[in-house]
């Protein structure tokens, strides 16, 4: 049984695909971000750097309970204890995580950089919009050009699509226009189109606020003083 620890963000949906995509059977815990969730001591335990998502394998490595955080790592945690959605021919291999890091590296923390200063900041400043909403295009582009020559990003179906696939789904709010990205729309609707994406993307869907309707205690938790009191 695995302990799922997560918000109805791109980053908790990547890994609720997964487990619905393997079958495993686990139980959601949530982590309210906006109400401050994330800086309980007794999940600062499993997650150092008071984000979700994060798990607890109750049957870990030994058989013994082991948490993991970062989204990536719990990826490939649960693709090696499965056998699923990561080649292990050496060529494939890397090719999944190449595709896994790039999401990691570039479009949460681009993509969640334009989806921030276009709708999040308070105030509208345009050097920022325009850095990321361009930078966010570029990352489009180069999905873009992946899927024109592949089908999935690594080949076969695997973690590096459920790890990209959810940060695209606010493509409006990043200023992206999926018309002008054919093949990644391609496979936008394949992908959305798997009845484990699917139900991984309505796990705590229920919960999803309106950024736009953050108050100010909500707002202190996710970008201001809050953030740095569990120094
Ligand atoms: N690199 C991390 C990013 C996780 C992340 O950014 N989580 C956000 C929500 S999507 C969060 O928990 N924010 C709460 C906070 O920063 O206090 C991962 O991929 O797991």
Redesign the pocket.
Known sequence: MIDLHT?P????F?VSIMLEEVGLPYTVIP?D?QA?D??EPEFLKI?P??????IVDRDGPGGEPYSV??????LLYLAEKTGRFLPTEPAGHYMAIQWLMFQ?GNI??ML?QAHHFRHYAPEKLPYAIERYTREAGRLYGVLDRRLGEVEYLAGDYSIADMANMPWLRSHEKQGQDLADFPNVKRWYDALGARPAVQRGLEVLADQRKDPAKMDDKARS??FGD??YKSR
């Open positions: 918000w963000t791109p980053n908790g990547k982590v971000i401050g994330q800086f997650s750097n008071n984000k979700m998502p994060a955080f970062e989204s990536g790592a719990i990691m949460g923390p969640g938790v996710m809050e953030q």
